[in-house]
T-cell receptor, first 110, second 116 residues
Framework: GQQVMQIPQYQHVQEGEDFTTYCNSSTTLSNIQWYKQRPGGHPVFLIQLVKSGEVKKQKRLTFQFGEAKKNSSLHITATQTTDVGTYFCAVTNNDYKLSFGAGTTVTVRA | DGGITQSPKYLFRKEGQNVTLSCEQNLNHDAMYWYRQDPGQGLRLIYYSQIVNDFQKGDIAEGYSVSREKKESFPLTVTSAQKNPTAFYLC???????????????FGSGTQLSVL
């Protein structure tokens, strides 16, 4: 299946600081989706990126799709305790097979 | 209240036993998925179904089986052939907007399976 590498695996952030997590593929992607899973919960859809170079914002979250459509990033500004959880990227291998990255687990120091 | 319902929340399996995890959705979605999540790890695809009476193996299908007799239901059976079944199992269905190409997965709350 299509492989996506997510880095870093863990991110320990001081409350109020910014951080970025990355998702990289060796092949061109048709689109990329991002999900968030809170501790003890299930993944919840955040956003889908489709166009080359696309940038979308959701409050303090900024999502970007690379120009070559082989990588994506999620940047969170002014981290809050509500940002704790694991962030996954997901890509479509064929039209229906959706594969997930290993995730970035975020913890926040108050 | 629309959504995906997984049951049971916790399940225990004895050696050599087959167990079935339930997944029901009332979102009228065609595509459904089963993922396995091990502690501290990502989601690995077990099986997926594009439409009723059709399903395909994912990346880790060995030791698992599924059926899709109804649009609303996509049960997963963990057979005795799965030697390391302890994990968190997540079911999902996919919404797709043909006009825009947008899509997203809706997940159930999961089933934690443990071996006695």
């Amino acid at each position: 299946g299509q492989q996506v590498m997510q880095i870093p695996q863990y991110q320990h952030v001081q409350e109020g600081e910014d951080f970025t997590t990355y998702c990289n593929s060796s092949t061109t992607l048709s689109n990329i989706q991002w999900y968030k899973q809170r501790p003890g919960g299930h993944p919840v859809f955040l956003i889908q990126l489709v166009k080359s170079g696309e940038v979308k914002k959701q409050k303090r979250l900024t999502f970007q799709f690379g120009e070559a459509k082989k990588n994506s990033s999620l940047h969170i500004t002014a981290t809050q305790t509500t940002d704790v959880g694991t962030y996954f990227c997901a890509v479509t291998n064929n039209d229906y097979k959706l594969s997930f990255g290993a995730g970035t687990t975020v913890t926040v120091r108050a | 209240d629309g959504g995906i319902t997984q049951s049971p929340k916790y399940l225990f399996r004895k050696e050599g036993q087959n167990v079935t995890l339930s997944c029901e959705q009332n979102l009228n979605h065609d595509a459904m998925y089963w993922y396995r999540q091990d502690p501290g790890q990502g989601l690995r695809l077990i099986y997926y179904s594009q439409i009723v009476n059709d399903f395909q193996k994912g990346d880790i299908a060995e030791g698992y089986s599924v059926s899709r007799e109804k649009k609303e239901s996509f049960p997963l059976t963990v057979t005795s052939a799965q030697k390391n079944p302890t994990a968190f199992y997540l079911c999902a269905s996919r919404s797709r907007y043909v006009r825009t190409g947008g899509e997203k997965l809706f997940f159930g709350s999961g089933t934690q399976l443990s071996v006695l």
